[in-house]
């Protein structure tokens, strides 16, 4: 599933085509956020974790594969969907924007010579261990970097799952597992069934009580 507030919508939408990708893109519009007569970003918050979530309840999406992608106040609005909701999102686009943040998940940005050059920022973020891809776009004018919302990219984006998230006893410290492709997890259903029957073998011998 893709949350999309972005320029590139139709390069999206043309990527899902021509790859065959089955997906649903969700366009989620809010006006500029200085207007007070407009909807902001984080009034929409809400509504758009409820349809998320009511499409993950009926089985419709996989819930490791949602992505948000956004450009100028949509880019604003991917960092803070990335920084609110990292535990429903596996990796994000933003761009023409400079608001970058510490998030908790894989984030690609890109941003023109319309804003603010963020480099220093983004190294700053790598030290405390965000994972950022950026990519400083000088000949384009704002909007232009959907450009780099590349057939490439959107592979790359598409092959990230959200890590599964195992939780300590006693709700002590969690870590992140990657999630298993399909040769693995047989592999790994094979490994246990070996082990079982293994274990049975043993315990008919009488070596296991």
């Known amino acids: 599933m893709l949350l999309d507030c972005v320029d590139a919508d139709e390069r999206i939408l043309q990527y899902l085509k021509d790859s065959g990708?089955?997906?649903?893109?969700?366009?989620?519009?809010?006006?500029k956020s200085n207007n007070p007569k407009t909807v902001a970003w984080k009034d929409c918050y809400d509504d758009v974790e409820h349809i998320i979530n009511d499409y993950i309840n009926k089985g419709l999406v996989d819930k490791k594969?949602?992505?948000?992608?956004?450009?100028?106040?949509?880019?604003?609005?991917?960092?803070?969907?990335?920084?609110?909701?990292?535990?429903?999102f596996?990796?994000?686009?933003?761009?023409s924007c400079s608001s970058p943040r510490k998030v908790?998940?894989?984030?690609?940005?890109?941003?023109t010579r319309s804003e603010k050059d963020c480099t220093d920022k983004?190294?700053?973020?790598?030290?405390k261990g965000v994972k950022v891809k950026y990519k400083y776009c000088p000949q384009y004018k704002h909007g232009g970097d959907a450009a780099?919302?590349?057939?490439?990219?959107?592979?790359?984006?598409?092959?990230?799952?959200?890590?599964?998230?195992?939780?300590g006893a006693g709700g002590g410290a969690s870590a992140s597992v990657p999630a298993?492709?399909?040769?693995?997890?047989?592999?790994?259903?094979?490994?246990?069934?070996?082990?079982?029957?293994?274990?049975?073998?043993?315990?008919?011998?009488?070596?296991?009580?």
């Open 180 to 209: 298993l492709n399909e040769k693995e997890l047989e592999s790994l259903k094979a490994g246990i069934g070996n082990l079982a029957k293994t274990a049975a073998q043993l315990s008919e011998l009488g070596t296991v009580a």
């Open 122 to 127: 983004v190294k700053e973020l790598k030290k």
């Open 21 to 31: 990708t089955k997906a649903i893109a969700l366009f989620p519009v809010c006006h």
């Open 148 to 167: 780099e919302c590349t057939p490439e990219l959107l592979k790359e984006l598409e092959s990230r799952p959200r890590p599964t998230l195992m939780g």
């Open 90 to 95: 596996a990796a994000a686009i933003s761009m």
């Open 65 to 88: 594969r949602i992505y948000v992608t956004g450009s100028s106040d949509g880019g604003v609005g991917t960092w803070d969907y990335a920084e609110k909701h990292p535990e429903m």
């Open 104 to 111: 908790d998940i894989p984030i690609y940005f890109f941003n």
